[in-house]
């Protein structure tokens, strides 16, 4: 038992911790605000249910279908390309005007953002059609480990913006802007990839 958990909870980190889109996110809005940060990795990790559910229910087999990717890499990539515009013309706002604009977030629109972020990255399909493989080929506890995964995922989503946002009195504006312009640069290239893999699979 222990040792299911165990393994879920490094899979867990596996799939938190590696820089993406959805970590981007999280450090650029953890600067502004703490709960921002939190909000958004709540929507990622809601997703990470919902695609849970639907392999529990035997729905992401359907799902996992060229038609269906493609589709949300087409939808994935211009969400992404929209997120990373609006971090980019947002570059230069100043840290204290951020910090009094910012109360006025709507949590939801911030929790929707991670959601759908998730939601459409095919990428997130592919690791939950893997990691129910990897649970089931090692004859894991199947619940347990989930548990552990999700407490790895749980805890990196609280601790990683704290700290984010505890350091953020060491961050001048330059350097918050340049944050910015290489968050927007890095969120804009994984819209541009995802796109171009939408591309070429027409072409296939």
Known sequence: MSFSFVEGFLLGLGAAVPLGPINILIMNEAIKKYKNGVMIG????????TYLIFITLGILAYINQPFILNALSLLGGFFLLYLAYNIFISRKNKLAEISTD????????????????????????????SAAGYIAGKNLDFSITLAGLFSAIFLWIVIMPYFIHKTKHKISQNLS???NLLSSLILFGFGAMMLFNFVTTLFE
Request: hydrophobic share 55%; charged share 10%.
């Open 42 to 49: 709540v929507g990622a990790m809601s997703a990470d249910v």
């Open 102 to 129: 910012i109360v006025q977030k709507s949590s939801f629109k911030l929790f929707a953002k991670g959601y759908f972020l998730t939601l459409l990255n095919p990428y997130t399909i592919a690791f939950w059609l």
């Open 177 to 179: 802007s340049m944050i």
